[in-house]
Nanobody, 115 residues
Framework: QVQLVESGGDSVQPGGSLRLSCAAS????????MSWGRQAPLSAREWIAG???????DYADSVKGRFTISRDNNNNILYLQMNNLKPEDTAVYYC?????????WGQGTQVTVSP
């Protein structure tokens, strides 16, 4: 079965950087479109970044230019490099399969950005 385990969440100051990781198993990771999503406190989940496994990446306007999605198909790991973090980036970050909001979601890892 699909298993997605996020790690790397932490508390940082505005302008800081953080790198999240997602260990995937139970499916052919190397051929799957993979995404990152997030959910701020008392807010709906949103899609923020995707990788189609064929060289194309896509980003939500809120993170474009600051976040970078990448993957290590040899070790089945999905990454999210987050730079110039802002307080509004505070959320639980999720690794997921597929595009948009559909697919399987991991358990999430907390990212807190505060002065």
């Amino acid at each position: 079965q699909v298993q997605l385990v996020e790690s790397g969440g932490d508390s940082v100051q505005p302008g800081g950087s953080l790198r999240l990781s997602c260990a995937a198993s139970g499916f052919p990771f190397g051929t799957y479109y993979m995404s990152w999503g997030r959910q701020a406190p008392l807010s709906a989940r949103e899609w923020i970044a995707g990788d189609n496994a064929r060289g194309r990446t896509d980003y939500a306007d809120s993170v474009k230019g600051r976040f970078t999605i990448s993957r290590d198909n040899n070790n089945n790991i999905l990454y999210l490099q987050m730079n110039n973090l802002k307080p509004e980036d505070t959320a639980v970050y999720y690794c997921k399969t597929g595009t948009g909001l559909s697919g399987n979601w991991g358990q999430g890892t907390q990212v807190t950005v505060s002065p």
